[in-house]
């Protein structure tokens, strides 16, 4: 069975994304991670780079015992991060490469993927629930996002805590997703370009959703403000 790392420092470093010339390595790298999925009870996803391949390549089994490879893994949320939202849950993940160790992790209840599958062709789906909260979490780990980015490490007595304590824990992690959410939001407000940045992300979704019309001068303006921010920077030697 192949080794699964748990070297942190390299876990954080970013895989590279799948191209045409891979198309060998990347048969290989799906039977290792499909074999160990196979031989594995409690583990349900691994990544490549867990197994020290850094390409966006990752394997899920389902409650049938089936195991699926996605490659170069992109996915869109169905909203804006809200903690309050119905569409969001707290849920309790696992890591191979953190052996007995549990996190509290912020996930989406789903998700809309588009991905390659294991022949290099392109493949679109939604996912809900616990194969969503898998997908999520193997994007992290081919992202170079560790569990304990986002997520809370629980103790390790977490399992024979009463529910009140349990709740206590998820309670925390709230807190802390709030509060992180907040330091964001005071980053992209202090600093004029992620601001202008954050309003055209806004106002793009919403107008790919419907709930704003554009005319031309409109767009116009949006350009001319745009620009006229992006080459002020520009033009005091400050680009990014």
């Given at each position: 069975?192949?080794?699964?790392i748990?070297?942190?420092?390299?876990?954080?470093?970013?895989?590279d994304?799948?191209?045409?010339?891979?198309?060998?390595?990347?048969?290989?790298?799906?039977?290792?991670?499909?074999?160990y999925?196979n031989?594995?009870?409690?583990?349900?996803?691994?990544?490549?780079p867990?197994?020290?391949?850094?390409?966006?390549?990752?394997?899920?089994?389902?409650?049938?015992?089936n195991?699926?490879?996605?490659?170069?893994?992109?996915?869109?949320?169905?909203?804006?991060?809200?903690?309050?939202?119905?569409?969001?849950?707290?849920?309790?993940?696992?890591?191979?490469?953190?052996?007995?160790?549990?996190?509290?992790n912020?996930?989406?209840?789903?998700?809309i993927?588009?991905?390659?599958?294991?022949?290099?062709?392109l493949i679109?789906?939604?996912?809900?629930?616990?194969y969503?909260y898998?997908?999520?979490?193997?994007?992290?780990?081919?992202?170079?996002?560790?569990?304990?980015v986002?997520?809370?490490?629980?103790?390790?007595?977490?399992?024979?805590?009463?529910?009140?304590e349990?709740?206590?824990?998820?309670?925390?992690?709230?807190d802390?997703?709030?509060k992180?959410?907040?330091?964001?939001?005071?980053?992209?407000?202090s600093?004029?370009e992620?601001?202008?940045?954050?309003?055209g992300?806004?106002?793009?979704s919403?107008?790919?959703?419907?709930?704003?019309?554009?005319?031309?001068?409109?767009e116009?303006k949006?350009?001319?403000?745009?620009?006229?921010k992006?080459y002020?920077k520009?033009?005091?030697?400050?680009?990014?």
């Amino acid at each position: 069975m192949v080794k699964v790392i748990t070297d942190k420092k390299l876990l954080m470093r970013v895989s590279d994304d799948v191209t045409e010339k891979d198309a060998e390595e990347v048969k290989e790298v799906i039977k290792q991670l499909t074999e160990y999925l196979n031989n594995t009870e409690n583990e349900y996803a691994i990544s490549a780079p867990q197994i020290g391949v850094f390409k966006k390549i990752f394997c899920i089994k389902d409650e049938y015992g089936n195991v699926t490879a996605f490659i170069n893994p992109g996915v869109k949320l169905n909203k804006d991060l809200n903690v309050d939202s119905e569409e969001y849950k707290v849920v309790c993940e696992t890591n191979a490469s953190y052996p007995n160790k549990k996190f509290l992790n912020f996930r989406a209840n789903k998700i809309i993927v588009n991905c390659l599958d294991s022949d290099l062709r392109l493949i679109e789906g939604e996912f809900r629930d616990a194969y969503a909260y898998l997908y999520l979490q193997m994007m992290d780990m081919v992202s170079g996002y560790l569990p304990t980015v986002f997520g809370l490490e629980l103790p390790e007595n977490y399992d024979s805590m009463t529910k009140e304590e349990q709740a206590e824990c998820v309670d925390i992690y709230y807190d802390y997703i709030l509060k992180f959410k907040e330091k964001i939001d005071k980053d992209i407000e202090s600093d004029e370009e992620l601001k202008l940045r954050s309003e055209g992300l806004r106002f793009t979704s919403a107008l790919l959703k419907g709930e704003v019309e554009l005319d031309t001068e409109d767009e116009d303006k949006i350009l001319e403000k745009y620009k006229s921010k992006k080459y002020s920077k520009l033009r005091k030697g400050k680009t990014r």
